[in-house]
């Protein structure tokens, strides 16, 4: 296993040898907002570092800009998908103009969106996940509950950002809950609610950052409390010694074995007893003022602007590679 506290020198020395850089960003998806406020934040850090970045406001808005040969790369900010840029059709659309763009290919991807595929991957190969079920549109809700045993949290499978999600402690709160997840597209996911200390650990290439330990003010991390509030708690790194290391490993373990590549942030819960389970991987994590990604770049060691330019690196050609993605 690579280590896990190490980063390696820049790859890229030169701004100008990046090309011209197309900053995708906002979209269609529920997480249009939050994807502008990352996008504006990256395209402004570039920007100082003399890259030849520019806005581009969707993938429809891309198509025109690779058809017409206006950009050499693409920095993906998009967030979540149906118009997002986190479940693979980006990705397959810039292979097929062979564009080099950041983070992960199809494959992870397009995996990594989808919650309970993942989920199935992780349990495959013995990672610790909180256990689930598959709502379909007609689905007994109440029995699924039973079978898990309250408390539960049900959700859309395919969105990020909290979006459509529901603590229930009760059953008669299960109708609104998944009238909530029904909103969105795709399966929902009913998941056991594991209480205990929220973490994430972010991945920069072969290193998992220090992990970041969630304390919100309110009940629990949702929409508001990450994107809004200013008395959500922060701590990193979010556990000490070898907690710390194990955590950092099994996001690493967690990130490789869905496919995915280049950076991205690993969800985790640990209940009460020191056991993790793992909750998801985001393959183009929020970049705001409020985010978790740059919080554990800097306790590392690397500043906003670093951090932009290093996830940049991650559009070249993987080692041994001759080709960006194929």
Not at 41 to 56: I, P, S
Not at 72 to 101: K, T, W
Request: hydrophobic letters at 40%.
């Amino acid at each position: 296993m690579a280590e896990t506290n190490k980063i390696g020198p820049k790859r890229v020395v030169n701004a100008k040898d990046f090309g011209r850089v197309a900053v995708l960003m906002g979209g269609t998806s529920s997480e249009r907002e939050v994807s502008l406020d990352s996008g504006s934040n990256c395209l402004d850090a570039l920007q100082r570092q003399g890259v030849d970045a520019y806005k581009v406001d969707g993938i429809a808005a891309l198509v025109d800009e690779v058809v017409k040969k206006r950009c050499n790369r693409v920095f993906n900010i998009l967030h979540g998908h149906a118009g997002g840029g986190e479940d693979g059709i980006l990705q397959g659309l810039l292979e097929a103009f062979s564009i080099p763009y950041t983070g992960s290919d199809v494959l992870g991807s397009a995996l990594s969106m989808d919650k309970i595929r993942t989920k199935q991957v992780w349990l495959s190969l013995g990672l610790s996940t909180p256990r689930y079920a598959r709502l379909a549109r007609n689905s007994d809700v109440e029995k699924a509950a039973r079978d898990l045993g309250l408390p539960v949290i049900v959700k859309p499978a395919c969105e990020g950002s909290s979006v459509g999600v529901t603590r229930v402690f009760k059953e008669s709160d299960l109708p609104n809950a998944v009238a909530l997840a029904a909103r969105y597209q795709g399966e929902m996911l009913m998941e056991q609610l594991i209480e205990g200390s929220e973490l994430t650990v972010a991945v920069l290439g072969d290193v998992a950052l220090p992990s970041i330990r969630i304390v919100p003010a309110g009940e629990y991390y949702d929409y508001h409390a990450k994107y809004k509030a200013e008395d959500t708690q922060y701590i990193c790194p979010g556990l000490e010694g070898a907690a710390e290391l194990e955590i950092r490993a099994l996001a690493l373990e967690a990130f490789r074995t869905a496919g995915c590549y280049g950076w991205g942030r690993v969800d985790v819960m640990r209940d009460r007893n020191g056991k993790n389970y793992l909750l998801e991987v985001n393959t183009a994590p929020g970049m705001t003022s409020h985010s978790l990604v740059p919080k554990a770049a800097k306790v590392f060691g690397i500043e906003f602007d670093e951090l932009v330019w290093r996830v940049l690196e991650t559009s070249l050609p993987r080692a041994g590679q001759g080709a960006p993605r194929s």
